[in-house]
């Protein structure tokens, strides 16, 4: 159960509020017309699934009803920042790449009771 | 005979004027309030409580806390009122408890599967039920029901439920868990910075280990300090006491599940409070907090030595807590067999309780600190560099075996001598309980040093006294309130440091690392040693399994069960890593790591549902007009959340009507007269602003930019992949204003879908969307005589010139401002009046009033459906699947090709997969027999004849009886319907028959659509 | 232009003169089936409904708007998200909603002519007014046991020394969705869509119990 920080109510806010919209920053083709089928296909249907850091789109669905964006870590399920739509993220890669994921996937490895 | 033939004349926690009654396994018995229900059961001289999971063999009390393995029983003196997987230690006692074991068939004493226990070494191996019940596959169902009845996991109740069970929503800024000595400090230290605390404990009291501690804190005993600790607590209003309070689950971002128990140490079901109010029986607390400080302590780890399930083998540390906090000792006769100086207690309790103490056997060389010279000074006999290498006894422990051991070579060193005593009890040192740091994922760390697990922790969790493998009093109360004020400075709280209790320092001699014992005989052929108690897996299991190719020990706890179930591997894990790491010839590190998942105890699904259940399980969406349908008798139909008039029966001389017989009623009055339906859970949308009417071109497949003030316009909406996503009709009410109508289920998800495209991609259009589903009620009176009904109650013009189809007009309904528009989803001559929902009631009896003479039917979504289905009008969401274009449909009349923006899902229709011959179109189904109404989902094919697997071409989306047409009709899809009219398609239906029908226009009634025009 | 600008949007007074029209509250059907227990002297909750009240969304930009409203109805945009502000007579709100969303909520029968006033006053600024008077009621609890009652039901922080008096949020409420606002020390509101206003009742009644609540008419 996530806490998200709304950048738009300016707070912390339960899980439940909040719909998961898939990968941010997917943009629509400004022409569509011009693109070929390939390029459309990708459009539609292909999202990147990282091990790691990765940027989401959320509205703030039972709340202000904003769009807004999340750094959120794949594997911790560390929220990094949120930000509104139009910003760009400020973080974009692991704190300290090799180390960190090291880290992680030593946390991570365990024997499920 | 119902003596409490173990407990001591004085001393521990309990009122002993306060006598209860209980009842275990039929016999009945006696304790005091304030036991709980296994120190009743050692008091009474109980030592079975249970038979083994797998070998049915006798199991007896081993601990006194949530970690103990084998006293798990059935709870409730009614069947409404049955508990399974209770642990004896954790149930509070109170009178007329009933409770039984939960393994046993037909009984503890006498165990039809104890036959195959005694001979189940041999049978039941490592693997067994991988190896054994595997095959035929189909044979598992009945399987299981045997071993699920022999092995009693417990069962539920077959009554419902009489309890009431709810949630509370709680946020602080620290949650503390666990109110032992560093729990107590920790909550104190943060607690006095101001900051919100909530202090969880899962026992009957606060105090943890205080509550039967020999130590001195302050010149006084140890529990005054902890009263004075819960007082100053208490009486914070940023304090929240929660006891019988267990912490099961950690969740992301610091969520963590509380589990209180209310009521359940008074009655088998909850009584009413003084008020009289019911009260809830278990509360699961959903807190979010800032920071957790886990204090939950540490378990004690048996060892594992021959016989060491036997029942009167205990932990060391349960022993002194059944005697100084419940007044029980569980025997006559004690060995004790640890590695470290701390379990010393037990033999020293035992002795001050007046009872004899065999031996101590102590594993090390040398053992010297305070309490192994306390040992000494009263006289009891320290063995050293020795273990009790066996226990012997059948029901019960008769005699222990003890000889000299050589830990390293891992053998028995000397001459083994027998003891007879009654009690084993045993220590292996401390595993701190790491469950909840395991939870956020973070695997533990081995720490030599400690000779346990310490919990990795994750970003704002923190871990105070036993629970990071500090044992010390003074350390551990000193831990606390440093990890306390820590916490709290971390949040901007500040506070005086708190002011230690004076305490004893004990000195200590160091512990050695001692997990399985070594027996005269191999692992393999010595009496069985047990890891995991709850699950029966041996120390020979362990080593077979390794044996066998199992490395990795996730594998190897798979393998074996270890560690399974409500037990989650609490005694068992550890002991069971040491000895996979002895055969592995690596170490414990090396093996692997443990991760507990929650929960960490059993969970009543009563906690979970909370409220919801029963009246309140989900919302009912009620229109304006709910009571009038009630009050008429509507059958209703869940739509989404919403509760719509399905159809309305009526009683004819006695005898009510079918759903046919009262829908081919309703049909024939609106085709012939005027019906009415309740349409106020359409969804509607106000949308306002100078580009509303651009933002509409894009969003519909149609156009939009000529639409005039006062008309209506119907329009598709799909998803950028071309797929039908929504329809609805919308209207222009002046230049920059539409309000906008979506199906009842898309409501909330269309509205969702417009701010997305506007917020993300076009934030530049000014508009603004604003949900007016509630606001309007919608009453949608249809047939040919609606237009002189509506004239009786209205001042709006209804010539047929002036107020067109697909008009709208404002004016008054009965008195009311209403919107009225003149759209159809029923072919008919229709108005659909729209009135602020206060006075929906007022204008839908006045339309009754004036409709008495015109037959004024009620119609509900049934007769909706046939009616619309009728024309060929699609429902999305049931004529559409997501798969679906407008194409398909055959709608391309409603596609503006030429719009200049390329608008949602136009891209997408001229892709080579959207834009094939052979998809599946929607069309017209007339069965060849007008009796029969074709099966909604049914498969269709070309040639009934072909080969089963028949190759499937489409399906029925919406099939009814047409009172119109005196024929079963229906909508499907069918792969190039299109270009198929009038050929015969086959259903083949489950019972072999197969139906045929005839392709045709999805429309059935007034193609030409004349009726709705006049 | 003002007046071209009122042309562009249909402006409609949808309240009727209930002298002549009998009009129901979201409650009037959960009030007969469940019943309105008494408030006593044990009651530590006391729920009652402001019915028939004036509710409109006010969209656009905060500068405006807020000029607008101080004209009109001498109340002040609440600056901060997730607060309201009131009226000198306390009979007229304002709520943030949303960074260009408000709600007003105003005695029954002034809607129509605040909205008339209000996009008067706005003339050709960009924003929008929505009257949602049919579709919400707002219900006031009372009581020292408000804030448990409350955590029984959001997810939201509504611990008192956390949720200020002026504050108010949309959140979830059991399984529905409401705004609930503190107007004082120990009364609290709450804003709830008609169609989910049976379910919310019976749910207040049933989480309300162990405090005796009591359903003031």
Redesign the interface.
């Known amino acids: ?3 998200i920080y709304c950048p738009y109510c300016e707070e912390l806010r ?1 899980e439940e509020e909040f ?1 998961p ?1 898939g990968q941010a920053h997917i ?2 083709p400004a ?3 011009a ?1 070929t ?1 390939e390029e ?2 990708d ?3 292909f999202r990147d699934n990282p091990r790691g850091i990765h940027h989401e ?1 959320w ?1 703030h ?1 039972v709340g202000c ?3 807004f964006n999340i750094t959120r870590h794949t594997v ?4 990094l920042e949120t930000y509104k ?2 910003e760009q993220p400020s973080v974009t890669a692991e704190p300290s790449v090799s180390e960190a994921a090291t880290a992680t996937d ?8 | 005979m119902n003596q409490q033939v173990q407990r001591l004349a004085q001393g521990g926690r309990i009122d002993r004027s306060r006598p209860l009654s209980f009842t275990f396994n039929g016999q009945t018995y006696q304790g005091y309030h304030g036991d709980t229900l296994a120190s009743a059961l050692i008091a009474n001289g109980v030592d079975i409580v249970n038979r083994s999971f797998k070998y049915s063999r006798p199991r007896g009390i081993v601990a006194a806390g949530a970690e103990e393995p084998n006293a798990v029983v059935q709870l409730g003196a009614s069947e409404a009122a049955q508990v399974p997987n209770v642990r004896a230690t954790q149930q509070a006692l109170y009178d007329g408890l009933v409770a039984r074991s939960t393994n046993g068939w037909p009984s503890v004493q006498k165990d039809l599967m104890g036959l195959v226990g005694k001979v189940g070494g041999h049978f039941m191996p490592p693997g067994f039920y991988y190896k054994t019940f595997m095959a035929p596959a189909s044979m598992w169902m009945t399987y299981e029901k045997y071993i699920r009845k022999s092995a009693g996991l417990g069962r539920s109740p077959a009554e419902a439920d009489p309890d009431i069970y ?6 602080c800024e620290v949650l503390v868990i666990g109110a032992g000595p560093a729990g107590l400090a920790a909550a104190l230290a943060a607690a006095r910075s101001g900051l ?1 605390v909530i202090l969880a404990d899962e026992q009957e009291e606060m105090g943890g280990s205080l509550l039967d501690s020999h130590e001195i804190l302050d010149g006084q005993p140890a529990d005054q300090w902890v009263a004075g600790v819960l007082e100053e607590l208490g009486g914070m209003a ?1 304090v929240t006491l929660l006891p019988r309070t267990t912490a099961n689950g950690y ?5 963590v599940t509380l589990h209180e128990r209310r009521t359940e140490h008074l009655a088998d079901c909850a009584p009413a ?1 003084a ?1 009289g ?4 029986r278990a509360r699961l607390h ?1 807190v ?1 907090a800032g920071q957790v400080i886990l204090a939950t302590g540490a378990h004690e780890r048996p060892l594992v030595y021959a016989g060491n399930d036997v029942p009167g083998n205990l932990l060391a540390g349960a022993v002194s807590t059944y005697i100084r906090r419940y007044g029980v000792v569980p025997g006559k006769r004690l060995v004790l067999s640890t590695s470290n100086d701390h379990a010393y207690r037990a033999a020293l309790d035992w002795h001050a309780a007046g009872h004899e103490v065999v031996a101590i056997v102590d594993a090390r060389e040398a053992p010297d600190g305070n309490l192994v010279d306390a040992a000494r000074q009263r006289g009891i006999r320290v063995i050293t560099s020795s273990a009790v290498i066996e226990a012997k006894g059948a029901n019960r422990v008769s005699a222990a075996r003890v000889a000299k051991i050589d830990i390293d070579g891992f053998r028995v060193a000397g001459p083994v001598e027998t003891l007879a005593c009654d009690c084993v009890a045993s220590s292996g040192g401390y595993s701190p309980v790491i469950h909840l740091a ?1 939870h956020t ?4 760390t081995w720490n030599d040093a400690l000779l346990g697990f310490v919990p ?1 922790l ?2 704002g969790v923190h871990a105070a006294g036993g629970a990071q493998g500090i044992y010390s009093l003074g350390e551990v109360l000193a831990d606390g309130a440093a990890v306390g004020a820590r916490v709290a400075s971390v949040l901007g709280g500040s506070a005086e440091p708190l002011t230690l209790p004076a305490c004893e320092a004990i000195s200590e001699s160091p512990a050695c690392a001692l997990f399985q014992i070594p027996h005269e005989k191999p692992t393999l052929r010595a009496p069985k040693q047990f890891v995991d108690l709850q699950n029966d897996v041996t120390a020979a299991a362990i080593e077979l399994a390794t044996r066998e190719g199992f490395e990795s ?2 594998h190897v ?1 798979r393998y074996t069960a270890m ?2 179930g409500t037990d ?2 609490k005694l068992g ?1 550890i002991n069971g890593m040491a000895i996979a790491a002895r055969c592995l010839k690596r170490t414990i590190p090396e093996v ?6 929650p929960n960490y105890t059993p969970v009543t699904f009563g906690a979970i549902v909370g ?2 259940c029963g ?2 399980f ?7 007009l ?2 009038w349908h009630v009050e008429n008798g509507a059958e209703f139909e869940d739509v989404g959340q ?1 509760k719509r008039p399905w159809y309305y029966p009526r009683t004819l001389s006695g005898k009510p009507e079918s759903m046919h017989e009262a829908v081919a009623r309703e049909c024939r009055a609106v085709r012939e007269g005027v019906g009415i339906l309740d349409a106020s ?1 359409l969804g509607k949308i ?1 949308i ?3 580009d509303a009417r651009e933002f509409l071109a894009r969003i519909y497949t149609n156009k939009w930019a000529k639409l005039a003030v006062g008309k209506c316009r119907y329009g598709l909406m799909c998803k ?2 071309g797929m039908v996503t929504d329809d609805g009709v919308t209207s222009c ?5 539409f309000v906008m109508t979506t199906t009842t289920g898309g409501a909330a998800a269309i509205l ?1 879908w417009l ?2 495209w506007h ?3 076009w ?1 530049e259009l ?1 508009v ?1 969307f ?8 919608t009453m949608t009176i249809t047939g040919p005589k609606s237009r002189q009904l509506l004239a009786e109650l209205t001042d709006i013009d209804l010539d047929r010139d002036s107020f067109k189809f697909m008009d709208w007009r ?1 004016g008054t309904v ?4 209403a ?1 009225v528009f003149r759209i159809s989803f029923t072919g008919e001559l229709t108005f659909e009046i729209n ?8 204008v839908w009896k006045a339309l009754f009033v004036h409709g008495e003479k015109y037959q004024l039917t009620p119609y509900g979504t049934e007769t909706m459906h046939v009616l619309r289905a009728e024309k060929g009008f699609i429902i999305v969401g049931q004529d559409t699947d997501g798969s679906v274009t407008p194409e398909d449909l055959g709608m391309q009349w409603c596609v503006g090709y030429d719009k200049p923006f ?1 608008w949602i899902g ?3 229709l001229t ?2 997969d959207t834009a094939r011959r052979d998809r599946k179109q929607l069309v017209g189904l007339k069965p060849k027999d007008p009796k029969v109404v074709l099966e909604e989902g049914a498969q269709i094919v070309f040639d009934p004849n072909h080969a089963i697997p028949m190759p499937m071409v489409g399906h029925v989306t919406s099939s009814y009886y047409s009172p119109t047409l005196e024929s079963g009709f229906a909508l499907a899809v069918v792969k190039g319907g299109h270009d198929r009219m009038g050929e015969s398609v086959y259903l083949p239906m489950v019972d072999g028959s197969v139906h045929e029908a005839e392709i045709t226009s999805p429309i059935f009634i007034d193609p030409k659509g004349e009726r709705q025009h006049v | 232009m003002s007046n071209s600008a009122m ?4 402006l ?6 209930h002298a ?7 409650l ?2 959960s009030l ?1 089936r469940s019943g309105a227990p008494a408030p006593s002297a ?1 009651s530590r909750v006391v729920l009652r409904e402001q019915a ?1 009240l004036g509710h409109l ?1 006010l ?1 656009g930009g905060a500068i405006v708007l807020d000029e607008a409203l101080r004209e009109v109805l001498d109340i002040g945009l609440p600056g901060r998200p997730n607060t309201l502000s009131w009226d000198a007579s306390g009979e007229r709100s304002i709520q943030w909603l949303s960074p ?1 969303e408000w709600l007003l909520i105003v005695p029954g029968g002034e809607a129509f002519a605040v909205e008339r006033q209000l996009r008067e006053r706005l003339g050709d600024a ?1 924003f ?1 007014i ?7 009621t707002l219900l006031t609890l009372e009581g020292d046991a408000v804030p448990e009652l409350l ?2 039901s ?4 509504v ?1 008192p ?2 949720f200020a008096v002026g504050k108010g949020v949309t959140t979830v409420f ?3 969705t409401v705004i609930v606002r503190r107007s004082g020390e120990s009364r609290w509101e709450l804003v709830v ?4 206003a ?2 919310c009742y ?2 207040l009644l ?2 309300g ?2 405090y ?1 609540i009591g359903v003031e008419r």
Request: negative net charge.
């Open positions: 159960m996530f806490q339960e719909h919209k943009l629509r022409d569509p017309d693109c089928d459309w296909g459009y539609l249907f789109l509205v669905a009803r904003k769009f911790s399920y560390a929220i739509i139009g030593d946390v991570r490895q365990g024997v499920r009771a | 709810d949630h509370f929503n709680r946020h919100r940023n969740h992301d971002h610091h969520f409070s008020e109010a019911r009260q809830s959903r979010r395991s994922g973070a695997r533990p990795t994750v970003d020990i996730e706890k560690g399974f989650q591997g894990n692997g790591t443990t991760v507990f998942r409220r919801h009246e309140l989900d919302p009912e969406r009620y229109t304006a709910h009571q919403w859970t106000d306002q602003g100078p950028d992949d009410l002046a230049d920059n204003h969702e701010e997305l917020q993300t991609e934030p000014d603004t604003t949900s007016v589903t509630d606001h309007w009620a404002e009965a008195g009311v401002p919107r009135v602020q929902a206060h006075y929906a009631m007022h390329s136009k891209r997408a892709r080579s | 042309s562009r949007v249909n409609y007074d949808t309240r009727a003169d002549s029209v009998a009009a129901e509250t979201p009037a059907y007969q044990a028939f969304i969209r260009d960009s929008a929505v009257d949602v008077s049919g579709g919400q955590m029984k959001v997810v939201y922080d611990d020394s956390h059991a399984k529905a869509r008609r169609s989910f049976d379910y019976r749910w049933d989480a119990e162990e005796a």
